[in-house]
């Protein structure tokens, strides 16, 4: 089962990895994917002392999209967050292959979502500035 997790997970080269505190609140933390055990579906983690992590229900999300939020891309896997070695783990729990069915579901609630918060508030689809965000892009990749 957890074959299918490392292949998808293997697409991304890293993952968000939430969990929570020891205060109960949620934490999220990027972590990378290469190393996620496919016959195990365990991937040892590094976490921020300052994030005081919990052992606790967790999630590795990933996901990709262009510039243009097309060619979405996406994958979860739900697990628990343990305390291993004087380390951390991600324990995988659950595992369910993204179909193309929900991704067509997701995109177009997405679009009903977006074009019914503009309507309430009787506002146009914005329209993106394209040659700005290039050349913010092109002045970033130069430093």
Excluded at 1 to 17: N, Q, T
């Amino acid at each position: 089962m957890w074959a299918e997790a490392a292949k998808r997970l293997s697409r991304f080269p890293e993952a968000v990895l939430t969990a929570f505190d020891t205060d109960g609140y949620p934490v999220s933390v990027r972590v990378e994917t290469r190393d996620y055990d496919a016959t195990t579906g365990e991937l040892a983690v590094t976490l921020p002392e300052e994030l005081h992590a919990a052992e606790s229900p967790a999630n590795l999300l990933c996901h990709f999209h262009d510039d243009k939020l097309w060619h979405l891309d996406s994958t979860q896997v739900k697990g628990r967050l343990r305390a291993r070695d004087g380390g951390w783990v991600f324990v995988s729990e659950m595992f369910t292959p993204p179909s193309r069915l929900q991704m067509v579901s997701f995109l177009r609630s997405t679009h009903t979502s977006g074009r019914k918060y503009l309507d309430k508030r009787g506002l146009a689809r914005p329209r993106v500035n394209w040659a700005a965000v290039k050349e913010i892009r092109r002045r970033a990749t130069q430093k």
